[in-house]
Nanobody, 114 residues
Framework: QVKLVESGGGLVQPGGSLRLSCAGSGFIISAYAIRWTRQVPGKERELVGNIDPAGRRKDYGDSVKGRFTVSRDNRENTVFLQMNSLKPEDTAVYYC???????WGQGTQVTVSA
């Protein structure tokens, strides 16, 4: 069964950091570009970042550039999202997915609050 499972979300204070993981099972994640997005209820889903299959090319949404970093460990079939200098406006459900097939995980909640 093909699955993507996000983890690592939680509550963090402004200025803090979190590292999200996106674990793939049932398929070889290294063959695919992976995208991180986020969504707040009532708003459209927003691009966070993309990473190519080899992990060499990355791009980011404007609101997270310079603060967030996408990486991957293909041996572990996992993609990561390192989030630094978090702001309250980063509060959202974060999803990882395979954009080629429009396939997404269930998401993990990130809340940035004092």
């Amino acid at each position: 069964q093909v699955k993507l499972v996000e983890s690592g979300g939680g509550l963090v204070q402004p200025g803090g950091s979190l590292r999200l993981s996106c674990a793939g099972s049932g398929f070889i994640i290294s063959a695919y570009a992976i995208r991180w997005t986020r969504q707040v209820p009532g708003k459209e889903r927003e691009l966070v970042g993309n990473i190519d299959p080899a992990g060499r090319r990355k791009d980011y949404g404007d609101s997270v550039k310079g603060r967030f970093t996408v990486s991957r460990d293909n041996r572990e079939n996992t993609v990561f999202l390192q989030m630094n200098s978090l702001k309250p406006e980063d509060t959202a459900v974060y999803y990882c997915g395979v954009p080629l097939y429009n396939y997404w995980g269930q998401g993990t909640q990130v809340t940035v609050s004092a």
